[in-house]
Structure formats: C-alpha cells, structure tokens
C-alpha cells in the first residue's frame, strides 16, 4: 500500500528554447511512516519536487496522489484544505510570523480551523511541549535563538497533527548541535507514524532518515533504503 | 488565534503605515464632514438670520396703478392713493395653515402729508410689529406714541427738526420723538407714526395701504404661505420677497458644489493613499502571505485579514474624521461668521455617514490590494524569499 504515489512527474519552467525542466518524469510511491530525506545538489530540482508534493507547485505532468486523492484535480481553495489537513511545512529559514509570540505562531495553522480558543491553546502547548518550547511560549520570535525558532517550526508544522511532514533544509541554518537536536525530533515524530519527507544537502542529516532519494538535473538518480539510521536514531 | 488577531497584531507592528493610512482617510472624511457641517451651520444660520431679516411677505391691494419701489426692494404695483385694504382683513392671515410660521404682521398705512416746508411721505406702522419686520432700525430718542412721530434721517436733515420738535402734519400738531438712525433705503426719507395718527392724519381710519409679513421661513415653503394669504385675502395681491433670499441660497449652492468637488477629489486622493499604502504592505508581507496560504489559509482569509486591517483603519478614521471635520467647520464658522458664533450641532446621521464613508473608501481601496494578496502562489511567494 502506497500513502504517497508520484507519477511520472514533470515540471517545466519557461517555454520552447528557454524551457527548463525542473523535474524530469520522477516516480515513486512512499509508504505510510517513511522517513525520506531527498538530496542533490542545488539547482537539482528537489525543492521544485518538495513543492510539488507540498500542494504548492502543479506539476507540467504527471499525478500526485495522496491517501489516493489527486491532489492538482483538487481546486485551489480544496488543495489550501488538503494542506492544511494533510501536511505539515518546516522551511530552511524558519519563516516565523515576526508580530506574533511563539505560541501564536504554532497555532497559526488551527486559526482557520473550526476549534475552540482553548483547544487550539492546549493544542499547541503540546505541540511546544513536543520540541521542548512550552516555557518560551510568551516569547517573539526576535527573542528566541535560531535553533530554537525551527524547533518553532516544527512545532507549528505538526500542530494539528499532520499525517505528512515536509522539510525544506530544516538544518540550513543551523549549528550542528542544534541540526542533531531537529534530526532526532523528526525521528520522534516518525516513531510515532509520521511520514517525513525532508530535502537537505547534508549526508549526515539524510544519515538520520530511513531512504534517501538522490536528484540530479530534475531527475531521480539513486532510493534506497538506509539500514543504519535506527542507529542513529539510537545513538 | 483568530484572523482578527493577526490583523490587529500586523497594524501595531506596522503603526507608520497604519498611520499613514488613516491619515489619508482622516484628512479625506474629514473633508467631506467639514464642509457639510460648514454648509449645515451656515444654511441653519442664514434661515434663522432671514427669520431675522424683516418682512419677506408683502399685501398691497390689487391694482393695476402705478408701480413703486419701496426699500429698494421691486414690489410691484402699489397705488396708496386708489385701493385700500381694510385693516380688519388682516386677522384671517392667522386662520392660514401656516399661520405658526408667521412671526408679525405689519400693517402700513401711506400717504402724502403736508407740513409747513413743503409735503412728506408718511407711513403710519405697527411699531411692535416693526421691531420684528425691520430689526436693522435703531432710533436716536423714542418710538412714538398717538401724539408723536418718527423721522427718517434724511427727512430730518431736510425738514431741520430734532428730537422734540414739534411739526404739524396735516393738521396734527406732533412731536418728534425720534430720528431713525441712516439705514440706506427709502425709510430715510419717511416719516412715521402709529397706525391710528396717520389714519387719523389721511382720513384713512380702518383702512391700511399694504401690509408687511415676516414669515419664519426655514422650514416654512414661503410660496405656499403666499397662496395661503391669496385666498384668505382675495382682494389684496400677496407677493414674497425672495431675491436676498435666493441670492444667498445661491451662493450657497455654489459653494456646496464647488466644496463636494473638492471634497470628491481629496477623497479620491485619499483612496490613492490607502491603494498604495496597502499593496506596498502586502508586497512587504509576501513571506507571510506565502506561510499563511503554505499552511492551509483559503484565499478568502488572506482578504478577510487584508480587509480586517483596511476596516479597523477606516472604522477609526471615520470616528477622529468626523471630529476633525466637525472641529474645522467649527474654527472656520468662529473665524468667518459675521455676528455671533455659529455652533456646529451633533448631528448622528453626518457621523454615521462619515464612518460609512471611511469604511466603504477603505475598503474599496483595499479591494485590489485584498485580491493581490490572495492570488499570491505560495510556493512563489516563498521562493521569491
């Protein structure tokens, strides 16, 4: 059984000559709870695929079905419902609301979902509490150090408890003790059943997933499956 | 976490924008309520001053003879020597519909009287009712009493008397009580007494040669007080003196076109304001937007919280320009009232309007910005980062 199924996906930037092709005819199917870190060098098209498969970036061709719904056949406002549902977002730079506390921010994706106040508050006081925040809830994001504003992110990307967790170089700014502190969390998370598809540069956070995809000129070169990240994960 | 948080939250990180705003509208409603409120107090003031003016209603008796002028006012024919009204016909004037609205009844009797130098136009009046119908008379002495007689200034220089002395008119011996204070029309050259001594004076008892009447005309429609008269006074022609009136409502008018035009384009350079204003701070806001739409929010919650902010801006720009339209109507009426000061009252319909109006300029204007925001792609929007 496949939870995420992508079909001969392309997509295409500009037209005739100066046409690029972003993502060649990729495919691949992603179990329920998988752990999958996408790789490649920049420019190789793996954020243009993360998009794709966040809702945000229909592809040129190709389907995209998740939980078997034709995620491009959805309307626009479906497919702002479908993300909303279904996915979860951790970008490279945070991308925190700067006027908002940080307790505001995590529950900004329950704003427009039909909850009461004080759901939503406990909701994402557990979400805080999840990435070890709850005490700095109070606080602005300008308050906070790096590290702790992905671990924000991450608190508000898994709120409302998405099925799916996409990350766009979760790591990219950060240290490598604070990089090792988000892998293990999105370990945690995977643990308890979450599919996690992250894009990253970096071998030793890719280390921590369990398959490795590897793009290359829009085109999906290497997945396989990794056998040493419960090690990791361990360790 | 409401939508409603995330705008206000966005105007107090934003407060120079947000300002910069409001002021576009504040100075805009602030406009349109100024000048509405300057025109409302000014009509107000000129209706209660026209109450003021004197006589606006005239009754001479239907005649075909002779026209003349009298207070340098045209009014048609008036033949004091041939027709007369009897002064008995006058009380049915308060049988009319609109009899509240009149404020004196003056009956005048005219005639040419002689004296030892020469002859005189003399008026027999109401003086009670002159204080009313000529509010602009000020008399150096006394008004008269059955014995006495008021001088115009230009008939007292020329007939040389003073202030108790004595003059025979037509036989009666009276005493100047006083001399009218120049008022540049042609009471100057009159002289006058009560009703009883010029009737007395012309043989004219019970019978009077016109009649003035002040009308409180602000509400009042004048037009129908002079047919009202008409047909309770058949044998008299009833005219209204409106030429001062419709001159200065004129002037009015054309000041009011002239200031809404103004007003129209201030508003509209307001709107400007608010369009720029508002697309620059969605461009600012394009991460945000591309987070918001990322997460899950519909286009419809990216304009609600566009509108939100637009409709918390306009909501307060309606209240402090109403206030400082109010307050500038306020100093432009102290500063260029003649007499005294014309207060600019509450009025509940002009406020509510002004805050309409700001929330519908306000809005309006963010209309556009609104749709920018929510046609963002979010995957564009974040890639442009």
């Known amino acids: 059984m496949s939870y995420i199924l992508a079909d001969h996906l392309i997509k295409t930037f500009g037209a005739a000559d100066a046409a690029v092709q972003a993502v060649s005819d990729i495919s691949f199917r992603i179990a329920p709870g998988e752990f999958i ?42 497919r702002a419902d479908f993300r909303r549902e279904y996915l979860g ?93 988000i892998m293990r969390m999105f370990q945690r998370l995977n643990a308890g059943g979450m599919t996690i598809i992250m894009v990253t540069h970096s071998a030793e956070c890719a280390g921590h997933a369990r398959r490795v995809m590897k793009v290359s000129d829009g085109r999906l070169l290497e997945d396989r499956v990794v056998a040493e990240a419960g090690l990791r994960m361990a360790s | 976490m409401t939508l409603r948080l995330i705008s206000l939250r966005n105007l107090m990180r934003r407060k120079g924008k947000a300002a910069f705003i409001l002021a576009g509208l504040v100075i805009g409603v602030a406009t349109v309520v100024g000048i509405i409120s300057f025109v409302e107090a000014t009509t107000h003031d000129i209706a209660h001053k026209l109450e003021q003016y004197g006589a606006n209603i ?59 130098s020469g002859r005189i136009l003399m008026a027999g009046v109401d003086f009670k009712a002159a204080g009313i119908l000529k509010p602009w008379w000020r008399v150096r002495g006394a008004y008269p009493d059955g014995n006495g007689i008021l001088l115009g200034a230009e008939a007292a220089r020329i007939l040389n008397l003073n202030t108790g002395s004595r003059l025979v008119v037509n036989g009666l011996d009276l005493t100047v009580s006083g001399i009218l204070e120049p008022t540049g029309s042609q009471d100057d050259h009159l002289a006058f007494a009560i009703l009883a001594t010029a009737q007395q004076a012309f043989q004219k008892n019970g019978r009077i040669s016109m009649a003035e009447v002040a009308a409180l005309c602000k509400d009042c429609p004048i037009d129908d007080m002079v047919r009202q ?77 566009v509108f939100l902010e637009a409709g918390i801006i306009s909501g307060l720009a309606g209240i402090f320009g109403y206030v400082l339209g109010v307050g500038c109507a306020q100093a432009a009426l102290s500063l260029l009232a003649e007499g005294p000061t014309v207060h600019v009252p509450f009025n509940p319909g002009l406020a509510l309007g002004s805050l309409a109006l700001a929330l519908a300029l306000g809005l309006a204007a963010s209309a556009y910005p609104a749709a920018m925001a929510a046609r963002l792609d979010p995957n564009e929007a974040l890639r442009a980062l």
């Open chain 1, 37 to 78: 870190a996408i790789m490649g060098e920049s420019g190789a098209g793996k954020s243009t695929l993360l998009g794709i498969l966040g809702a945000m970036n229909a592809p040129s061709s190709g389907r995209l079905l998740v939980d078997d719904i034709d995620v491009y056949h959805l309307r626009q406002e479906q």
């Open chain 2, 229 to 305: 008269i008409s047909e309770v006074l058949p044998g008299a022609k009833v005219m209204a003196i409106q030429q001062v009136v419709k001159s200065r409502m004129e002037m009015l008018a054309q000041f009011t076109h002239f200031s809404y035009g103004i007003s129209g384009a201030i508003l509209f350079v307001g709107g400007l304001v608010v369009l720029v204003t508002m697309m620059g701070s969605v461009r600012e806001r394009t991460d945000e937007i591309g987070i918001f739409r990322a997460i899950g929010f519909r286009r419809g919650h990216i304009m609600q919280i």
């Open chain 1, 89 to 181: 977002f951790v970008f490279q730079s945070f991308h925190l609301v700067p006027y908002l506390s940080v307790i505001e921010n995590v529950m900004l994706p329950l704003t427009v979902t039909r909850r009461s106040k004080t759901e939503k508050r406990a909701m994402a006081r557990e979400a805080l509490s999840q990435v070890g925040l709850a005490e700095k809830a109070g606080r602005l994001p300008g308050e906070i150090s790096g590290g702790e504003k992905e671990r924000v992110a991450v608190a508000r990307a898994i709120v409302n408890e998405p099925p799916v967790l996409l990350a766009d170089e979760p790591t990219g700014n950060l240290d490598t003790k604070n990089s090792g502190e």
């Open chain 2, 58 to 116: 005239l009754i001479v008796p239907r005649t075909e003879n002779l026209s003349l002028s009298y207070g340098g006012l045209s009014l048609g024919g008036v033949s004091f020597e041939l027709e007369e009204i009897r002064e008995s016909e006058l009380a049915r004037i308060s049988t009319i519909k609109n009899h509240r609205n009149i404020a004196a009844v003056g009956p005048i009797v005219l005639g040419v009287a002689s004296v030892e």
